[in-house]
């Protein structure tokens, strides 16, 4: 298994991560580009602004697409976006 992949299985049991606990949990170098990697492959993964220790960081978690979202993805790409 990945790297990714691992982090994407605890991603999907509903765990919340910072990129610095990315690097030391799953020894992923570059956070960020493994999370634009999940959204290219499709899975809706959401950045929330936190401060853990007085410090601001975002943390990563997976979640669903809002109704809106869906339709101003539609919208901007059509509807070839949501066929495989």
């Known amino acids: 298994m990945s790297k990714q992949d691992l982090l994407l299985k605890h991603l999907r049991n509903g765990k919340v991560f910072t990129a610095k606990q990315i690097s030391a949990s799953f020894g992923i170098a570059h956070p960020a580009s493994t999370i634009r990697n999940l959204r290219e492959q499709g899975y809706c ?19 669903q697409p809002t109704r809106s979202m869906v339709a101003i993805a539609n919208r901007v790409a059509g509807a070839s976006v949501f066929t495989r």
């Open 45 to 63: 993964v959401y950045a929330n602004d936190a401060v853990v220790n007085g410090t601001k960081v975002v943390k990563y978690r997976l979640g």
